[in-house]
C-alpha cells in the first residue's frame, strides 16, 4: 500500500515556473518507479515524466527541454521543476508509483502504474 501526497500547484503566467512536489508515504520509497501524469478535462491522462530507482529521466516530447523530474530517497519526495510553461500544460498533475523500474524504461502508460495520489492544479495562463 502506498500513499501519494501532491502540493504545489497553482496559478501561472505563460511563461513562468512552477515546482510541484509528491510525498511518498511507502516502505523502501527508492526501490520505486516514480512518474509525473497530468489530465486536462476531456483526455485521457498522459504520462510526463518518469524516474526509476536509479534516476534514469525519461519525458513526454510535449515537456521535454522545459520540465525536470527529480527524486530525493532521503525524505521520500518526488518533484517536478516546470518552465518556460504553455497554456497547453494546463492539467491535473498526479504522481505515480510502481515497484517495476521496467515501467519506467519501456512502458510507461497509465495502465502500468498501481499507484496514485489525489493530484495538485496547475493553470496557465496567456
Known amino acids: 500500500q502506498v500513499q501519494l501526497v501532491e502540493s504545489g500547484g497553482g496559478s501561472v503566467q505563460t511563461g513562468g515556473s512552477l515546482l510541484i512536489s509528491c510525498a511518498a508515504s511507502v516502505y523502501l520509497y527508492s526501490t520505486y518507479c516514480m512518474a509525473w501524469f497530468r489530465q486536462a478535462p476531456g483526455k485521457e491522462r498522459e504520462g510526463v515524466a518518469f524516474i526509476t530507482s536509479g534516476g534514469i529521466t525519461t519525458y513526454a516530447d510535449s515537456v521535454k527541454g522545459r520540465f525536470t523530474i527529480s527524486r530525493d530517497n532521503a525524505k521520500n519526495t518526488l518533484h517536478l521543476q516546470m518552465s518556460s510553461l504553455k497554456p497547453e500544460d494546463t492539467a491535473m498533475y498526479y504522481c505515480?508509483?510502481?515497484?517495476?523500474?521496467?515501467?519506467?524504461?519501456?512502458?510507461?502508460?497509465?495502465?502500468?502504474?498501481?499507484?496514485w495520489g489525489q493530484g495538485t492544479q496547475v493553470t496557465v495562463s496567456s
Open positions: 505515480a508509483a510502481r515497484l517495476n523500474d521496467g515501467v519506467c524504461l519501456r512502458n510507461r502508460e497509465t495502465t502500468d502504474f498501481r499507484s
